[in-house]
């Protein structure tokens, strides 16, 4: 858990750095675990429409899936940034009732697994959490805004005194003072408020090519020189949305997360070497659990407290 690991000895210099200049692990599509092989696919948009033939649904739920553990697993495990992609069921008989997707629906619903997310946070005070809200498929114009105001009232109700406010420049000592332990960011500026902050910038490759991944994020780190906000590292790869698609999912004795876990190693190295050059916040990846992700990230706060 990071604070844990610069809570003590001397790297308690870094209690008092900006929480947007540490190296927090993050999970990509933090939910998506949780696919429901049943519900209807909803992405990629040429496959929508053979929702109903199941072995299509079964592909996509195979590479879809890019975590392979409960939210609170990833939370025992140290990770403190969730990438929560919501969406809205079409004729759902409850008007605001709200999953998560990455290509299927979740079966589980966005309230249950807040109030998960609540109950780790109350028994961890000091083990700051972000949790970054966005994508909002199916919220159509002519519900949208009640959908919006409906899931913020529901977060600032739930999660009340221990949401950290946007105008702060909060630091774990900061945090820890005051009892605060949540941040949550929303993809959408009409809802924006004291509690809710803005979007959270998410850098990645968008490409299945290691070598293009970081390529990419190297260029995209050079112009984040002097970052006074948070920002995402995706180390994650992105299957094409185009036909080549197929040379991927139809290896079928693969699955996504496998390929993931046979690239991690290489990916993490990368991410040794590059924090020497450019400054990096959240650094995200799919199978958070796998390849030592999460300490590694932590142990480059070290690097901070040795350089000054």
């Keep these: 858990m990071w604070p844990s690991y610069i809570g003590s000895g ?11 200049k540490l190296a927090i692990p993050g999970s990509h599509d933090s939910m998506s675990y949780d696919l429901d092989v049943n519900s209807r696919i909803i992405e990629p948009n040429g496959l929508k429409r053979f929702s109903r033939i199941y072995c299509l ?5 195979t590479w879809a899936s890019t975590q392979e553990v409960s939210i609170t697993e990833q939370l ?15 004729k759902d008989t409850d008007p605001t009732r709200l999953y998560f997707h990455h290509g ?11 109030r998960e997310i609540n109950v ?20 159509d114009q002519t519900i949208s805004a009640q959908l919006h105001s409906h899931l913020i009232r529901f977060i600032t109700n739930l999660f009340g005194a221990k949401l950290i406010l946007n105008t702060d420049t909060p630091t774990l000592k900061t945090c820890w003072n005051q009892g605060k332990n949540i941040i949550v960011s929303y993809d959408h500026l009409a809802f924006h408020q004291p509690l809710i902050w803005r979007k959270i910038k998410y850098y990645y490759g968008n490409s299945m090519d290691r070598a293009k991944i970081i390529a990419k994020l190297s260029q995209d780190l050079e112009k984040e020189k002097s ?24 290896r079928f004795c693969d699955n996504f997360t496998n390929v993931v876990r046979r690239g991690l190693p290489k990916m993490l190295r990368w991410v040794q070497q590059q924090y020497d050059k450019t400054p990096m916040n959240i650094i995200a990846s799919d199978v958070v659990t796998r390849n030592d992700f999460v300490a590694t990230v932590v142990k480059l706060n070290l690097k901070s407290v040795k350089g000054r």
């Design 76 to 90: 025992n495990a140290g990770v403190r940034y969730f990438d929560l992609r919501i969406a809205r069921k079409p």
């Design 10 to 20: 001397v790297s308690s210099k870094l209690h008092t750095t900006p929480l947007y």
């Design 120 to 139: 780790w946070a109350e028994s961890h005070p000091k083990e700051i959490l972000i949790l970054s809200l966005s994508h909002f498929e199916g919220f």
């Design 104 to 114: 299927l629906y979740t079966q589980t619903d966005v309230e249950t697994v807040l």
């Design 227 to 250: 970052p006074h906000y948070f920002f995402v590292c995706g180390l994650n790869p992105t299957l094409p949305h185009n036909s080549s698609i197929l040379k991927y999912v139809l």
């Design 57 to 61: 649904r079964k592909i996509v739920h």
